[in-house]
């Protein structure tokens, strides 16, 4: 694969560093978050060391030489003892587009061999898809226990399960199913940016201050970091690579209302003409950078003090900016709104196609059961045999009418809970 991703240096907090920007106009990739995770987290520098010579010293790096750098920094970890490079070798390209995993409504993910990467390297990886039972204690118990992939099965289920009760009385399980179901569409409709206010604030909790993660929402992938009690986003994209003012992107509103970009110090970033709202006489001189917030109390030469969590503007740009920033967040709340109506068609979409599948790979069934029982003589036997079990075919392959144990217990197993460094 003959991707590059070009290199920026960002200073955050008076440290200067240097991290990857996405690959031309691609979306927020996992490859990205992760390497992006490594160069930065402190705890992580040692282990991460010949990664961040590479990218320090260079305005590009390949996909392959990232990849064999990646490689060899996982069998060097002490969690990579067992590990086969060949394996990695083949895996690691794929986070950079192909990477599925499967968030689970309670906060955890799936475990899966993409889930074991980010174990490798000691690197966590979480999600805000959350469901809040703490109003509805009931409305828990029927979506907390899923996952997205198993939520959408049962969904699909569903359906038939509906239409077999119009021909039969349900067993207490089907019953159950189609009770998780109301409650599961309810919810994804509700969430349709697969992030909850309820997310948020358990993300918030979970992240130890100035920790680094990667955070998984809407099959994007974004480096996450905490300062001062709050979430932000590593700014990535590959056309804020010559604007060294935009390093982060507050993460503060479930649909985007609130969050706007800001320099490596935690400072609005004015992007109607790509400078800060807090003036500095010389953007390209290190010396001239705002002051750590996080430090003792400083004051820049402009005019800016600070006070805690609270960064006050000089007078003369408090009017100015006021305004831009309502601007900012009118535009960005009506792009979420876009966006959230865009997914939740494409949600709605993935059911109706897959309920659609289910029936026609049903009727095929049974046509190809029925053919086989002429051939074999007994043709209006097995026919009536196939009439009544129904729901024998779906696309899981599994029955629709009584899930297998093994997939209830899977409901309840202990889910693995992330690592956050």
């Avoid at 990205?32 to 060391?49: C, D, E, I």
């Avoid at 990667?214 to 990535?236: A, I, P, Q």
């Avoid at 599948?357 to 074999?376: D, G, N």
Wanted: aromatic share 8%.
């Amino acid at each position: 694969m003959n991707v590059n991703f070009e290199t920026k240096e960002v200073n955050i907090n008076g440290n200067r560093h240097y991290i990857l920007l996405q690959a031309n106009d691609d979306e927020p990739s996992a490859l990205v978050a992760l390497t992006n995770v490594l160069l930065l987290s402190p705890s992580l520098s040692n282990f991460a060391r010949n990664l961040i010579q590479m990218v320090g010293s260079r305005r590009s790096v390949a996909m392959y030489e990232l990849v064999e750098t990646l490689a060899n920094i996982g069998i060097q970890n002490p969690n990579g003892i067992n590990t086969n490079i060949n394996q990695l070798l083949q895996i690691l390209p794929q986070l950079q587009n192909g990477l599925t995993v499967n968030p689970e409504f309670n906060g955890s993910f799936e475990d899966s061999v993409e889930i074991s990467i980010f174990r490798l390297y000691s690197v966590g990886i979480v999600h805000g898809w959350i469901f809040d039972g703490r109003g509805d204690p009931r409305a828990s118990e029927h979506v907390s226990k899923y996952s997205y992939q198993e939520a959408q099965r049962a969904i699909v289920q569903s359906y038939d399960l509906k239409d077999l009760a119009q021909q039969q009385q349900l067993t207490p399980d089907q019953e159950a199913l189609v009770e998780d179901a109301t409650y599961l569409k309810s919810f994804l409709a509700r969430s349709a940016t697969q992030f909850t206010e309820y997310g948020l604030e358990h993300l918030k909790q979970l992240l130890v201050e100035r920790s680094y993660a990667v955070l998984y929402r809407n099959e994007h992938f974004y480096t996450l970091y905490k300062s001062n009690g709050e979430l932000y986003t590593l700014v990535t994209d590959h056309a804020y690579k010559s604007n060294s003012e935009v390093v982060w992107k507050s993460l503060k509103s479930v649909n985007g209302t609130q969050d706007i970009y800001q320099t490596g110090t935690f400072i609005p970033v004015n992007l109607n003409d790509l400078t800060r709202h807090v003036a500095e006489p010389n953007l390209n001189n290190e010396n001239s950078r705002v002051s750590n917030p996080f430090g003792d109390d400083q004051h820049p030469n402009d005019g800016t003090t600070y006070n805690g969590n609270m960064t006050h503007l000089p007078q003369q740009d408090a009017n100015g900016t006021q305004g831009q920033m309502e601007d900012d967040e009118e535009l960005a709340r009506m792009l979420q709104e876009e966006e959230d109506r865009v997914a939740a068609d494409r949600l709605q979409g993935i059911a109706l196609m897959q309920a659609n599948q289910q029936q026609k790979q049903k009727q095929q069934q049974q046509k190809k059961s029925k053919r086989k029982s002429f051939f074999l003589g007994g043709g209006k036997k097995k026919s009536n045999e196939i009439s009544q079990n129904g729901n024998n075919t779906n696309p899981t392959g599994t029955n629709m009418g009584q899930p297998p144990a093994a997939a209830q217990k899977k409901k309840h197993k202990r889910k693995k809970s992330c690592i956050i460094m």
